[in-house]
Nanobody, 123 residues
Framework: VQLQAYGGGLVQAGGSLILACAASGSTFHINAIGWYRQAPGKEREFVANFSTGGITKYADSVKGRFTITRDNAKNTVYVQMNSLNVEDTAVYYC??????????????????WGQGTQVTVSS
């Protein structure tokens, strides 16, 4: 499975961006997909995920501002990011996993990672 994340860029605080993660290869056995981010000097942190059965989970820091959606026909998962602030500046990664997991998918439960896309929010 290959994951291609794109859609990052520079946006002013309060603005919006949509990130996309396109999956290719043997995607039929993917049961969970999620987004993580890593800011400079910080650990990678969870943003949002779809778990088995389509359950969505969000980090508290993005809840109400970010929305994860998917287009199964295109094997693509999106994250709509609204009301962005400077603390959202990070490299955003998408990940996919084969385990059957309900709810929150732990970082070590993902099998595949995309290359990351930079999101920069200016004040």
């Amino acid at each position: 499975v290959q994951l291609q994340a794109y859609g990052g860029g520079l946006v002013q605080a309060g603005g919006s961006l949509i990130l996309a993660c396109a999956a290719s290869g043997s995607t039929f056995h993917i049961n969970a997909i999620g987004w993580y981010r890593q800011a400079p000097g910080k650990e990678r942190e969870f943003v949002a995920n779809f778990s088995t059965g389509g359950i969505t989970k969000y980090a508290d820091s993005v809840k109400g501002r970010f929305t994860i959606t998917r287009d199964n026909a295109k094997n693509t998962v999106y994250v709509q990011m609204n009301s962005l602030n400077v603390e959202d500046t990070a490299v955003y990664y998408c990940a996919a996993g084969t385990l059957w997991v309900d709810g929150f998918v732990r970082e070590n439960q993902y099998d595949y990672w995309g290359q990351g896309t930079q999101v920069t929010v200016s004040s």
